[in-house]
């Protein structure tokens, strides 16, 4: 057997890369699994952040994670366990007491009715619609049809439904079914916080209706944080993946897809060794693999257009702080610090964030969503040591920036942001990182100076399009499929893209049936 022919490469191995290995290998397919970097995971990964304190630099939420992936690639046999299921969102308020909002619509509906009953009412019905456009939307993906077809075949009322949460932005409906501010935040900041939209972006009701979908059905599996956190993810991963007879290599940069007559031949290491197979999976971005690996040359000029467009001057930072203790949250019962909390404490908030960053500047007071994995997983620090993990959308990049300058204001508005809330932080903070949309681009590889690849935009996503040509996980070259999360309507660590691209392989690789006659 030739060792450098195979039946699949895989390039890239972050979650989606390791899921598409997998689910190959399962099939008897033989798989090279091509990663760049000297480990595995790619943006799912826990570092030291200063000294003694570890934390998720990148990703640093993974309760999306699909049970699909889970079942398929055996990750509980491989090691794999969860803690903190079915953990509520809290929306975290300055002026009054935050609002715990389950993944369980029963606990999330009790949980505001606590403070008006008129908006438990409104939320019943809110979360039945979600429900029902999220399984008209998924129905579409799964069939292989369009959601333009979906639709055209669905019931008048999910027709009028549909047309109502498409054209419409999620500030809007929320303006009009709840009087909470902190509810109606919540829900802005959950439909755009992985896509950058402004909140009254039509579609951006959609995008929410999957992400609580999403995160209902994980509750519902009992499928929450992997227990060791990201590094617990991907070791389960990576001991899946060679028990199927994956062949892993790290420490390996592509330099180029090879192709011939429209058709994927094979990839050229960095280091001089090529590698055929008839099939390639790019887990990375449409313009990495496309416009990058593959080349211009052999994409259609429409194509190439597209890829080039300029990526929005936006996208997401992080700030982690090393805390020598737990910091002090208005409000909160220790069991809820294991939750992710919210800030973003009404629409205006969200809008001004994202107005702002379309400027080119930092919000002043910037809405996030912040974790603190040490309570999690208590290995990650010393006994009564901590870090807080945060993820800061709507952050401007401009080239002209001093790195050092752009860090230290997203450090000070996030600083801002949490002393009301949590008085003691900065009293507490020892040190830690802070990363800009430049610094992640650099570090992760997130085209588009955010996490979630680029700030999509979502009716392309919906409909599977990412570029002239690029529907769904195809590219327009033959053998050629992609797995990044950019193909996926989800902001979320889910798998989802990569196994869907491995089933896409699985399908075109199938001997054709033969008619018998007799």
Known sequence: MNPSAFDVLVIGGGLNGLVAAITLARAKRRVALIEA????GGRIVTEEVNDGFKSALCVHELGMLAPKVVQSCRLKKHGLTFTDTRLPAIAMSAAGRPLAI????KRAIASIAALSQRDAAAYAQFLSDAARLARLILGARKKGVSLEGAVARASQADKALFDLWSRAGIADLAEHLF?????????CFEAVRGNNLHPRTPGTLLALALALAARQRNAEHR???PKGGPGGLIAALETSARAQGVVVMTGAPIERL???DGRIMGAELADGRSLSAPHVIAAMGADGALGQLLGHRHLEVETSRDLRATHPPSGAGKVVLALDAAPNFRGLEPEQYRARLIFAPDISAVEAA???CASGALAAEPVFEAVMPSVRDPMLTDVGQHTLSVMVPFVPHRADEDAHTARDALARAVMARLSPIAPDVTDHSVGGQVLTPADLAARFGAAGYHWQNAALDL??????ARAFGVTHNETGIAGLVLAGTDM??????????????????LKSSQPEKTTRHG
């Open 488 to 505: 996926s309507a989800l902001a979320g660590a889910t798998g989802l893209s990569g196994r869907h691209a491995a089933k896409s392989v």
């Open 459 to 464: 009716s392309a996503c919906l409909s599977g």
């Open 258 to 260: 090879l192709a011939e």
């Open 37 to 40: 970097e000297a480990r595995l």
């Open 223 to 225: 499928l929450g944080e």
């Open 179 to 187: 009087e909470m501010p902190l509810l109606r935040g919540y829900l």
């Open 354 to 356: 994202s107005e702002a």
């Open 102 to 105: 389950s993944p369980l619509p």
